[in-house]
């Protein structure tokens, strides 16, 4: 069997690029190549290139290792974007014009960044990637931030490598790249401009603080489209559909959205075309998917690792456990403002989306790093629920859920290891811990911003502490039975 390839022949049942990749230069560098981006940002530019054309093919950029760039670069960055809905199709993208990686991973990103063509740098390297705290300031115990402070002209983290990259263009007399974060932040763009600038100023001075104030834009965005990791089940598929082997076949969900601030600096392609939404403000979309689609997700992966649920289908297939699922979506959609969306039947299209079986999305893989998604997704909809007088037993449930799955322990008795940037914190925190009071105490001394003092007062903190004793006592399928019944008998 042939590997898939730039030179493959379209065989099979999969779309193939509706243009000539080779004759569309790079005008993006993407930093951050993992299933996600390749299931969005790049099939959102092959749809467009498709469309209108432009040079603008993308260079993607493996921070994490050689794993992607090893699969992609064989097949000269084409790859299966398989989509499993009630039917599964797939397309092959081409909108991938090369992959850096390796020891030297910084270099290559910076020339490529440097390069006249380059006009825009997008990023997807999850929320601890950045090295930006969660009001938006420089992490400076960021181990990348503090190493590329230490060396600004051989930066190695993506705030490093953005302001050395616009310095080099502005010694260079070119113009500035426009810098857009495609991550589940909060106002990410606002925020990755405030810490590029701060970096700047400290690294290279106010002047290239001050262009790029002036002459670079940082857009927010809201992005949307569940994205499991690939499988061997996923290769085989593309197997299947293509006719070829491909090692870098990536599956998702048939739903995909994109909002993006119109806020370019040097043109960007036709994503509108494709299906993106361009509007003056992304926050009110922003706040809607962060606390309804990512805050429901975070709780059912606590709970649903808790109660042994690999899946979020497996989730969504117990009566009760999918109760507290669109209970939580209600509770976080009280608390979103400024949108006329209808956000009842965004719920319900939520929870039809969960529902799909064709999608395997673990429980695990969403529970990762908590502490650097929690404060969004579950404390700042909490916090308000309280202030507004609407229902806020959802967020404390959510919260008990995520405390008792960091205080799990094995057989043994043993801690069981969490797959958190702040996991030795945390597992230190809670040694010795175990009654509902000491662990609430200790995740709020180490997690202040997601445990701040209004939930951890009465009547908050009392329904915490009573919730996280039950699921630790009694276990959390009998703690979801109870809530669901409850739910049901208020309506």
Known sequence: MTRLSASAKPVGRADWPGYRPEDHAPGIVHLGLGNFARAHLLAYTDAALALQGGDWRVTGVSLRGTAVADSLMPQEGRYTLITRGADTSARVIGALAGVLAGPDVGAQALAAMMAPGCRIVSLTVTE?????????????????????????????????????????????????????????????????????????R???GTDLADWIATEARFPSTMVDRITPASTAVTVATAVA????????????????????????????????????????????????KLRMLNGAHSMLAYSGQLAGRAYVRDVMADADHAALVRR?????AATVQGLSLDLEAYAAALAERFCNPAIAHATAQIAMDGTQKLPQRITAPAVQALAAGTAARPFAFALAAWIAYLARRDAGGAPVPVDDPKAAGLMAALSGKTTPADLVAAMAAVCPDILPAPLTGSPFGTALRDLLGMILQEGMVAVIAREAADCREQG
């Not at 959205?257 to 939404?277: K, M, N, S, T």
């Not at 939580?328 to 976080?332: E, I, K, R, V, Y």
């Open 128 to 200: 601890k990637g950045y090295g930006i705290t969660s009001d938006g300031q420089l992490d400076r115990k960021h181990p990348a931030v503090a190493a590329d402070l230490a060396r600004p002209e051989a930066p190695q983290g993506v705030i490093g490598l953005i302001v050395a990259a616009l310095a080099g263009r502005r010694a260079a007399g070119l113009a500035p790249f426009t810098v857009l974060s495609c991550d589940n932040l909060s106002h990410n763009g606002q925020k990755l401009r405030s810490a590029v600038l701060g970096f700047a």
């Open 202 to 204: 400290e690294t290279f």
């Open 241 to 288: 559909l293509t006719g070829h082997e491909d090692l870098a076949a990536v599956e998702t969900e048939p739903f995909s959205q994109w909002v993006i601030e119109d806020d370019f600096c040097a043109g960007r392609p036709a994503w509108e075309l494709a299906g993106a939404v361009f509007v003056r403000d992304v926050a009110p979309y922003e706040q809607m």
């Open 328 to 332: 939580h979506l209600a509770a976080a």
